[in-house]
């Protein structure tokens, strides 16, 4: 049996996985960038385009999973791990609700992104939101930003460097701050963009003003609104990482190791068998 190096992924992202990983992200950039871009009379709202960006994430994740089982990278026991985790991260977002922006969802994606790889994880991080979105009936036009965003934080903690012991369980709970913040970085572009009233005008979205400036709105808007609702996340995510971080890895490990996942059976022709008892 082959020992698994920790911080080594289990699952390589293979070429075809990467270039729909590369499309993916793409596509998750532009839904969450373009208003910096369009036209200021182009007068697009996401509640209208949000059914086809969530059509379009589902033919991508589809595609991306296909890709890996032709190439080999997944198999039963790959997709079945993959499941049980989703549907624990589903779950765990009911329990929270992202009451007081406490998400105990992302200390499972980032745990067992940085064991399954960034492949795995971004298709968990996505999987996740959309099982607990099912449960709680809370599919709206948001729902498709927060499967990309979620998925890329899967994705980042399968793209950290590799260590092992107390420096991996800091690393990944530094990854987890980080990434609690960011999340709410990146999720209040789906909707500010929109907002025209109750908002002071050096907060708002200008269309046709520079990027610069509208940043710089942005910044103002996020420190004054999100930020509060965001540090409990990422401090949640660092602190269960600390406290339950070891035994969580050494879990997946184990299980994955037990799995064998990239091991195919081999038969040897010329072998006896043993004799029956």
Excluded: C
């Excluded at 420190?223 to 409990?232: F, Q």
């Excluded at 660092?238 to 299980?255: H, I, K, N, Q």
């Amino acid at each position: 049996m082959t020992r698994q190096v920790p911080g080594r992924p289990v699952l390589a992202v293979r070429w075809r996985a990467a270039a729909t990983l590369g499309a993916t992200t793409l596509v998750g950039l532009v839904a969450f960038g373009w208003p910096f871009l369009a036209d200021p009379g182009s007068d697009l709202a996401h509640s209208s385009d949000a059914p086809w960006l969530f059509m379009l994430l589902i033919a991508l994740l589809t595609a991306l999973v296909m890709a890996e089982l032709s190439s080999g990278g997944l198999d039963a026991k790959t997709v079945a791990v993959l499941g049980v985790l989703a549907a624990a991260g589903g779950a765990m977002r009911v329990l929270s609700a992202g009451t007081a922006g406490l998400e105990p969802m992302f200390f499972l994606v980032v745990v067992a992104g940085r064991v399954l790889g960034r492949g795995m994880g971004f298709v968990l991080g996505a999987l996740a939101v959309l099982v607990g979105a099912f449960l709680t009936g809370g599919i709206g036009p948001w729902a498709p930003f927060q499967m990309i965003a979620a998925g890329w934080v899967g994705f980042g903690a399968g793209a950290l460097p590799r260590a092992s012991g107390r420096p991996e369980r800091v690393m990944l709970a530094g990854y987890g701050m980080a990434a609690g913040l960011l999340y709410g970085v990146v999720m209040n572009l789906w909707f500010w963009p929109f907002l025209t009233s109750g908002v002071p005008a050096a907060m708002a979205f200008v269309p046709g003003d520079p990027v610069t400036s509208n940043l710089a709105h942005y910044a103002a808007f996020y420190l004054t609104t999100s930020l509060a609702w965001d540090l409990p996340r990422g401090v949640l995510t660092a602190v269960l990482v600390m406290v339950a971080g070891r035994p969580v890895l050494a879990s997946l490990r184990r299980g994955t190791r037990r799995a064998a996942f990239g091991v195919t059976g081999q038969f040897v022709p010329g072998r006896a068998l043993p004799p029956a008892l």
